[in-house]
């Protein structure tokens, strides 16, 4: 079964650091575009970044550029999120999604929490 | 940054009625722009891709049109499964961006 699992998102104060990460299983990774799209509580979708195959291309919504950093490990078939300086509207659902576009965003996780509060 | 526009925010029919919601771009994307349906506590899920091709596992009542900056999902007969919330989303210049839904809701 195809799955994306993400993981690592929490409750963190204003100013603090985390990293996402996406577990992937049951298609070949290396062979696909991956992308972080977010929601904010009760709001629409936000696409957040995306990753080329090779890791060697990353593109961002310009209001992120500088305070997230996608990647990916190939070898661990994962996907991460690094966000630095964390704000009170940066509280959302974090979703890592397949890529197959790019920018056809096919397959999804279930989401995690990221809740940036003091 | 292209923005999607959808309409209408909220859409009221029965099981059974057929649907039609547009989604329209702040400046021409040819036919880059996929439509996604997303029920409460769950992801989204993609229906339709590149305006007009469903995604694997996309009934057939779904169905999608349109190019440059007017795109259209529709619905040909509603099942109760189908009332959700709707996205389009497009993907032109590395800077992709989401229309802000449009509520189908059972009537």
């Known amino acids: 079964e195809m799955q994306v699992v993400e993981s690592g998102g929490g409750l963190v104060q204003p100013g603090d650091s985390l990293r996402l990460s996406c577990a992937v299983s049951?298609?070949?990774?290396?062979?696909?575009?991956m992308t972080w799209v977010r929601q904010a509580p009760g709001k629409g979708l936000e696409w957040v970044a995306t990753?080329?195959?090779?890791?060697?291309?990353?593109y961002y919504v310009d209001s992120l550029k500088g305070r997230f950093t996608i990647s990916r490990d190939n070898a661990k078939n994962s996907l991460y999120l690094h966000m630095s300086t964390l704000r009170a509207e940066d509280t959302a659902v974090y979703y890592c999604a397949r890529d197959s576009g790019p920018g056809i965003f096919d397959l999804w996780g279930q989401g995690t929490l990221v809740t940036v509060s003091s | 940054d292209i923005v999607l526009t959808q309409s209408p925010a909220t859409l009221s029919l029965s099981p059974g009625e057929r649907a039609t919601l547009s989604c329209r771009a702040s400046?021409?994307?040819?036919?880059?722009l996929a439509w996604y349906q997303q029920k409460p506590g769950q992801a989204p899920r993609l229906l339709i891709y590149?305006?007009?091709k469903r995604a694997t596992g996309t009934p057939a009542r779904f169905s999608g049109s349109g190019s440059g900056t007017d795109f259209t999902l529709s619905i040909s007969s509603l099942e109760p499964e189908d009332f959700a919330v709707y996205y389009c989303q497009q993907r032109t210049n590395w800077l992709y961006t989401f229309g802000q839904g449009t509520k189908l809701d059972i009537k």
């Open positions: 400046q021409a994307i040819a036919t880059y």
């Open positions: 990753i080329r195959q090779d890791g060697s291309r990353m």
């Open positions: 590149d305006a007009s």
């Open positions: 049951g298609f070949p990774f290396i062979t696909y575009w």
